[in-house]
């Protein structure tokens, strides 16, 4: 081992050694003997990167000024360099005569080398070899191509052409045809002497696995296996024992990559058996498993690209030097923890490490290719298998001396065990006397309990049992358990049939109540700890007709073992006490209701609940369509508004639960409702209603405040005296226009409102919700020219303009500063104009343009008007988080919806330029149609 450490360290340095100078052609005497003679400092080379070199034109030496002179010994290029490589190079014969020798390419893994002899302007031969060549065109069968040349008196020229997967090295070597064929004769018969020593190898340490069954022997004949297979491959003999006609030689291409990655899986599976990693190194023992699965994983990727990519070729080799260099010091560290066949194991791998290493530097040019480099990993791993044999020769030594020892201390503690059991025996008897008299001793004083135990339950007032793992209550029970189940005999009644036949438990959780029971008996008490809370703790009987409420508490009774022997229930009937926590529960609720009623007028609260009403009877009106989710979008709104109204008129329980029903009805989609979802909107929708009808039943039962009568009854009435006054012909002919203009004036005054009246009720409630947002309460100004408006529509036009100011306070306004809303009308021959509009930053109109593209309504070619319109979309919104007031997209939505419905419509106008954030100033401009003036409700004569 010390002579070739220190034969691979001489050619190592001297291939660092100051490169040879270029020597031009080379010259060959007569009389000079050629034995492998190179000749790489003779060549010049072409590096075709780009490949945009024609084969021909390089031929016609059209391209030899791009040559460059070799100043090495080598001419070499690194692995994966798969584009054309060139040489050129003369050779002069000082001879008069023809010369006749070889040309080999002491290179084996290349996949095509074309070499051309030209001599006097004549090609004298054109011929490529190579693994990816059919083997059957080398005219002399070699395992390295091999080219025969005459060379001709004077200068020869020779151009050649080599692609590659691997490396590309121009290892050109002259021989005479006789020194060749001694020189090899030698190489043939060493390889074939470490190729038989190897298989019988082989065939020894099958027969030896077979018989032994030893999965550490199999591991290390497939580790075998799988070198000899990749080195007949790499050192060229495949074509030799396989020879075939076709271009690509079995194992001389990609596919020799897969046999590298399977020897380095091989060699880990074996190293992690035989070192017993799993035991004495648990993290070698992972680290090793990661690395095969990633060298399985590069096998597999060259595989499935056969070869395509050369980073994985590359892999392949560096894998199997990382890899020996790992497995030698996982080797080292197992045997410093006292495994004495580690240490052969770690010289065996030193020998292959050598080997690699000297092979890999001849591979990449870095020194000299000789027949030591050549065969060193060869070698190497010959020297290798010989001592693993040596190394598992020692392991199975090792484990018999471990059997042995086991067996011995196995007798003696055999020995140990049976003297113990004697002893025992003896003591157990001794125990059993003792215990006789203490039974005795325990069963008088255990019937005195029991008696004492008996009294305490007759007269404890509340229902106490115990129940075994089927349910079934014991003898033992309190007296008040009667009571409770009206039943006069329990023992042995079932707890399924006490609680389960008519409670409100489901099915769920009476099937979990006996897996716990049945699961837990018997079991450790930690075990029932970490199942309580499974157990029930309130169950209703009869909650159909007359619900009992018992309140049930569960307690494990453990033995001396910590086991849980039976289950005790200690049962309340809790009724009464439940009765009278609700009626204080709907007292308290019933007190709230009368403080937010008494806060509002009659006919403020009247406006409430016609619009409540309203709302809900919509709602309603949906679930009775074919279609029901073509007005799903129409039912968020209403319910959206009935939120805004009841928190504007500070109805908190019922913002609360509208808020509850929109966060659960923004969970779903139109498209996809199932039947149970309906009717689970259909209960919110019923819960809402019923909320409002406790409103009005408090203010009307409780408070007394009667409802007024509705101002559309009295215009349903007036409307009717006109209708038939209009028809009686006396009133045709008696009456002008002067003398019915008062009933005229009459009606307007009853049937039409102010905007300014109809902005009241949104005035009291800004400060409530400005103080929700923790905001100042804006000022309201209003210009323009003073008009009135149906009261048909005052209450959706309250509606409408709240939604505005709720969006004001909590997108336009900032906290702390003082804002201001505009309000300015003004009347068309055709319609009512109001132009809304605030002191707030504007809209944000970066966040909307983002909404709208996430949305895929937008994209970037949107003009600002656009992107602003897009308030008015459903589930638009700037608000990044829902709250109680705005966030989901839906307030502006129904304000254009609602404006529809009524035959006007809403505008949003932008002013001036957006500011540094994206902010820009806009207004809104409602158009109200004058047909919502009272006139325009009338027939009219023609006269007027």
Known sequence: MKRFALFALIITLK???????HQGRLSISPDQELSGLTFGAHMSYLNDVEQKFQDEAILRGDHDQEFIPSEKDLVAFPLGSRHPHWVKFTITNTSDTDRYLFLESDYVITDRVRLIHQHQGETLLDLELGDQVAFNKRTIPHRNPLFELTLKPGDNHFYSKMVSGTTVKFDFKLWDPGQFRDSKLFEYAFVGFIYGGITLLWLYNVFISVSLRS??????????????????????????FFPSDQANILGSGWDLYLFVDLVSISAILFSIDFLVLKEKFIRAYHLLRIAAGFVLTNMMFNFLTTGAYGFSNKLSFLCSLVISILLIAIGVVVSLRKYPPAKIYVVAWSTVLGGNTLLLLSLSGVIETTFVTTWAQFTGCALEMVLLSFALGAKMSLERQQKLLLEVELRQESEKSVKMQEELVRVQEQHIKELDVKVKERTADLWAKTRSNQVMLDHVEQGICTVDEDLALDAEYSKHMGSIFAHSNLANCGLDKLLFDDSDLSEEQKSQIREVVKNTIDADLINFSANRHLLPGNVVLNPKYSPRHLQIDWAAIENQEDEVEKIMLTIR????????EAEAAESARELRMIGSIIKLSTNRFQSFVTSSRALLQDCYHIFEQDNFTAHWKALLRHVHTLKGNARTFGFA??????????????????EDLTPDQILMIRSKIDQIEAMVEDYIRVNSDVLGREEEKKTEETLIELAGFIKDAFQNAAFKENFGKDQYAPLLNKLHSLTSTSLEAIFEPIQQSIELTAKQLGKKKPKLVFSGQAFQVDKLFAQKLENIFGHLVRNSLDHGFADGSENTIYLHCQSSDTNFLVNYSDSGRGLNLNKLRQRGKDLGIIDDTASPQSIAELIFTSQISTRDQVTEVSGRGVGMDAVAQYLKDMGGKIELKLDGSPDSDGFQKFSFQVELPHRLAWLDQVPMPTAS
Request: with cysteine; aromatic share 18%.
């Open 653 to 670: 329980d019922i913002a609360e639960a509208t808020h509850e029903a929109e966060t659960k009805f923004f969970g779903l989609k139109a």
């Open 15 to 21: 291939s660092y050694a100051a490169p040879a100078k």
């Open 215 to 240: 999965s550490t022997y199999i591991l290390y004949t497939c580790y075998i296996t799988a070198y000899l297979v990749y080195a007949i491959a790499f050192y060229g003999f495949m074509p030799l």
């Open 573 to 580: 009937d809790v009724t009464q006490q439940k009765k009278t």
